[in-house]
């Protein structure tokens, strides 16, 4: 005889709500990682890497100040969109030192530059080091390659929860409609926060069309979430079937977020 479970929102139910609350969990924790392009997002040297720097702005000029060894690290480069071919100037305790743009970045209108012969005791060195954040010299390569892999687990994830949890016989969702409403919208919404918290506010506007193409892939989500507000037979066959839906809807809806979050991070272009 087969127990028929009463409907409920369940956990098989709300998966596909959760995989717009844990890409907005990434964005969050994209945050420190994004680059401003109004400021300096990093300074290269070949013994440290010295993440946003403090930075006066005059115009499109800026003035950044990096403390090495008790001594004054000056950066200054002209943020301009027409001077990405220039150079910049750097000097170190009022001495003149060789100064790049680093041209490594996918998006090359994030500024960065790097010190090539630019050298001081190891003890200096090793103070910078210690004073930089976790996510110190993060790159497109390591950016790109980290979301990847976050695809790929979260995907594998959302359809081994949908074979084990659609194992049990169980009603159909009486608030299917509901569940439905509240899933696009938020389907919906993480794209446009997630463009807010990785992007300096007036550029959000020029980024605004990135957030279009998660939304398109909603068609993709909301069918799932009715498949899994219908009544679960439990058997075999159908459960391989919401498997399937997890992955391909978790792979592209979350695919094209996650490209977005990359995007507005200013790290690729």
Known sequence: MTTITRSGPGLLRSLPLSVPGFLLLVAIALMPVSADRDSLYRVTTPQFTVMKPDCATDGTVLTCAVPVGGKALTVVLDNDRSQLNSGCTATYDSRPTACSRDRTLGDILTPAVILNGFTVPEEAAEAVRAGQPWWSGVGEGALTRTLFWLLVGM???AAAASWF??????EANPNSA?????TFAAGALVPFASLVLLTPLDQVAEKLPMAMLPCFTLTLVLPWQL???RGISGRTGAR???SASALVATAVYGSATLLMMALATGLVD
Do not use: E, I
């Open 155 to 157: 995907s594998l994830v």
């Open 165 to 170: 949890l659609s194992g049990r016989p169980r």
């Open 178 to 182: 509901r569940m439905a409403v509240v």
């Open 227 to 229: 498949l899994v507000d």
């Open 240 to 242: 391989l079937g919401l």
